[in-house]
Structures are given as structure tokens and as C-alpha cells.
């Protein structure tokens, strides 16, 4: 059983920046993805990006040019780094990882599983 854990939340003004963890254990090989998602007050669960085995990396529209994701393998840990924050990025973010051979080409957020506790980014203006 994969289990998934995220920190690095915080609050931070407008143009700041943030990096969020995700630190995996148990069968993270079997995994084909892993990605963060962000939940805001009011709204759908959304993608914001993945990363498969291969480091093929996708980003949702909102944040690309801001956040990058990367991942450390024999760490099993992933990142995101968030730059240049928006008050419009204020959420829950969530990561969660993906057997689905389908997971690298979208953010759907059925395809993933395995959900950790989230952690939440605020950004004031």
C-alpha cells in the first residue's frame, strides 16, 4: 500500500514563492505517476501537474511558467516549486500517484489514487 505525505504549506504575499514535498513509501515502483492536485474553498478538486517514471512532466494551464514539479527517486519524494504566487493559487494542495497507464497525458483526477492529507498554501495580495 502506497502511502503519500505533503508539507511545505505556507503563507506568503503575492509574487512569493513556496516548494511543496510529497514524500511516498510503501510500493511507490509499482507507480506509474505521481502528481499534485489543489482543492480551493468553494471548489473542485483540480490538477495542477504530474510527473511520470521517465520524468515527463504535465502542467494545467493556470500554473504553467510558475510551478515546476521534479522528483527524486531514490528519495521517492516529489516537489513542486511554486513561484511568482497569485492570490488565485490559495488551496489545499494534495499529491497522489497513479498506476494507470493513461496518468502521464492527463490531470484527470480519476486516475489517481492514494491521496495524502494535503497541505495548504495561502497567498495573500
Known amino acids: 500500500q502506497v502511502q503519500v505525505s505533503e508539507s511545505g504549506g505556507g503563507s506568503v504575499q503575492s509574487g512569493g514563492s513556496l516548494r511543496l514535498s510529497c514524500a511516498a513509501s510503501g510500493y511507490t515502483y509499482s507507480s506509474r505517476c505521481m502528481g499534485w492536485f489543489r482543492q480551493a474553498p468553494g471548489k473542485e478538486r483540480e490538477g495542477v501537474a504530474s510527473i511520470d517514471t521517465n520524468g515527463r512532466t504535465l502542467y494545467a494551464d493556470a500554473i504553467k511558467g510558475r510551478f515546476t514539479i521534479s522528483q527524486d527517486n531514490a528519495k521517492d519524494t516529489m516537489y513542486l516549486q511554486m513561484n511568482n504566487l497569485e492570490p488565485g493559487d490559495t488551496a489545499i494542495y494534495y499529491c497522489?500517484?497513479?498506476?494507470?497507464?493513461?496518468?502521464?497525458?492527463?490531470?484527470?483526477?480519476?486516475?489517481?489514487?492514494?491521496w495524502g492529507q494535503g497541505t495548504q498554501v495561502t497567498v495573500s495580495s
Open positions: 497522489a500517484t497513479s498506476l494507470h497507464p493513461l496518468c502521464g497525458e492527463s490531470l484527470a483526477i480519476w486516475l489517481f489514487g492514494h
